[in-house]
DNA sequence: GACCTTACTGAGAATGATTATCAGATGCAG
DNA sequence: CTGCATCTGATAATCATTCTCAGTAAGGTC
């Protein structure tokens, strides 16, 4: 046996919770979340970390977590879809903004267009910018395809 | 008294419905929107119909009003306050977004960042954008003097 | 390893925005 | 003027999200 931990022992469910205290119930979600490869809502999550055999999760602790994960940036908020708010898994720590798959859910991150420009335009009008959201909706490659 | 009616008479409530059946109810709400003069919630916009001498309008009403509106075109969502979606009046009809003051609520155009480039890096990924939000966030000359 | 503090959990109730229901009123075309 | 489709208003219903609170357990400390 090796003399050191190795970190890849076990699934290496990142740190979604940005070191907050991580209990069973949040290593569940924090695995769920990159196994649903795309947008999802809260009780999307829900519905997968408390399938299977064991004890569900609270929907509650789901919602916590989900709150936890958005203000650790691991997960943003991607519009909504009927009353729910969709999220991603947002990763890397560049700014940038989403591209959502309406057909599939499939999230990729994409630039932030907000340049110099649009910013010093908003500035002549008097407006100091605090802050923007950017979101563009679309179909990835298979939908398209499968739409044809 | 004159002998026509002048249609300037009264308030130029602006058609923010788009054709659809005019009602006392909705007269009262389309007049009441522009002097709100900012991103407002259907609360708001309720309570703002409703204070005064005559009878109240029914919340059912407003949501209602709300919805033909932005379905015509006329009112846009500019994101969200607490649990409430915000709403603005959208003048022109040419494609823009919008920049909100998050201290007294203007609400303000501005151009479509959304340029060639970025659609084009969109669907070198693969994907086809078909729509898209953009909000932008900040403080008016007057909001930033107040805080300074 | 035992202990302690404090954050996390889970079930259910509570909250609050939005929508549905339905009988009655009313705009507007013909 | 008449007919009827649409709108209204009160209320109930729905549904996402948050709160409450007692119990559990993570993780640091000795």
Redesign the interface.
């Known amino acids: 046996m090796s003399k050191i931990h190795h970190p890849t022992d076990k699934a290496p469910s990142p740190d979604l919770f940005g070191g907050q205290r991580l209990s069973a119930a949040r290593r569940r979600i924090a695995a769920a979340v990159p196994s649903i490869g795309g947008a999802f809502t809260a009780e999307d999550l829900h519905e997968v970390v408390s399938a299977g055999d064991g004890p569900g999760i609270g929907v509650a602790t789901v919602y916590r977590a989900v709150s936890a994960m958005t203000a650790a940036g691991s997960l943003a908020a991607v519009?909504a879809r009927d009353g729910s708010t969709l999220y991603a898994l947002c990763t890397g720590g560049e700014h940038h903004h989403h591209?959502v798959?309406?057909g599939c859910g499939i999230v990729?991150g994409?630039?932030c267009?907000?340049?110099g420009a649009?910013r010093r335009?908003?500035e002549e009008?008097?407006?100091?910018?605090?802050?923007?959201?950017?979101?563009?909706?679309?179909?990835?490659?298979a939908c398209?395809k499968e739409r044809a």
Do not use: Q
């Not at 009008?125 to 490659?141: D, I, P, Q, W």
């Open positions: 519009g591209l798959c309406t990729v994409i630039g267009p907000i340049d649009l335009s908003a009008a008097g407006y100091t910018v605090t802050s923007h959201e950017v979101t563009l909706y679309g179909l990835c490659r398209a």
